[in-house]
């Protein structure tokens, strides 16, 4: 256990980033979920501060002065940093004639942009720390469906995102990211499992893995990123998909 560690975790209030605060706490680690939804960030208090130093802070990671605010409460309130987990994301799926400016703006406002100023303001009380950065990104960033312009290219860009900031916070701060890819997070919604079609075997079956992925898979390799354990890895991209990736699908 890594206890009395300090974690950042944004959209930490439901689905992949509920499960890394889990877990971390679980850990011993005390965790600020910096959540735009405050109903979920509300509700995912409620459940796991029984587990833990939880805090909730509302937060557009899009916004500089929102991001400025969180910086300065987490600061105050920790005094310092060990770890930030950039996994704030939204997407907007619209055939390309269709997708607006200001969507394209806004998505790429959270799933790129928000991690460069969650980057910047915490990057002196990591570099101090000898802290770590963990960016979400996706397969997205490799393979795509149709109308996901947007949400491909901003986490293409998370992934250049993560290199360029190891290289440039190295050696005190480490930079790594994972793309998740088909994860099942209907539990780990606001509300839970309510109106949610169950997963069918075919789903499972069509992974090499032979299963679908869930949040405490993408938790688990987070959670090592963060420790001593993976002190030489930096600036790299860990694909976590059930082998979806690698597996050739002809028509």
């Not at 509300?42 to 929102?66: K, M, Y």
């Not at 993560?162 to 606001?190: E, M, Y």
Request: charged fraction near 20%; charge should be negative; aromatic fraction near 6%.
């Amino acid at each position: 256990m890594l206890l009395g560690k300090r974690a950042v975790i944004t959209g930490g209030g439901q689905g992949i980033g509920k499960g890394i605060a889990r877990r971390l706490l679980a850990e011993g680690w005390k965790v600020v979920l910096a959540e735009h939804d405050a109903e979920a960030g509300e509700q995912a208090v409620r459940e796991l501060a029984p587990l833990g130093e939880l805090h909730f802070i509302a937060t557009d990671v899009a916004s500089e002065a929102e991001v400025a605010n969180l910086a300065q409460e987490v600061l105050a309130t920790f005094g310092g940093l060990d770890l930030l987990v950039n996994n704030a994301g939204i997407m907007i799926r619209k055939p390309l004639t269709e997708l607006s400016p200001e969507e394209w703006q806004r998505v790429l406002g959270v799933n790129l942009t928000g991690p460069f100023l969650c980057a910047r303001a915490f990057a002196p009380a990591l570099r101090q720390a000898g802290g770590a950065i963990v960016n979400i990104a996706s397969t997205r960033a490799h393979m795509s469906e149709p109308d996901t312009e947007a949400y491909a290219a901003s986490k293409g860009g998370l992934v250049a995102l993560t290199h360029a900031l190891a290289v440039s916070l190295g050696p005190q701060v480490r930079v790594n990211c994972i793309s998740p890819g088909w994860i099942d997070v209907s539990a780990w919604h606001k509300g839970g499992v309510a109106g949610q079609e169950p997963l069918s075997t075919a789903d499972h079956r069509q992974h090499p893995a032979g299963r679908v992925g869930i949040p405490e898979d993408v938790a688990a390799l987070a959670c090592w990123l963060a420790a001593e354990e993976s002190g030489f890895v930096t600036g790299a991209e860990f694909v976590l998909d059930g082998g979806m990736t690698r597996k050739m699908i002809y028509a």
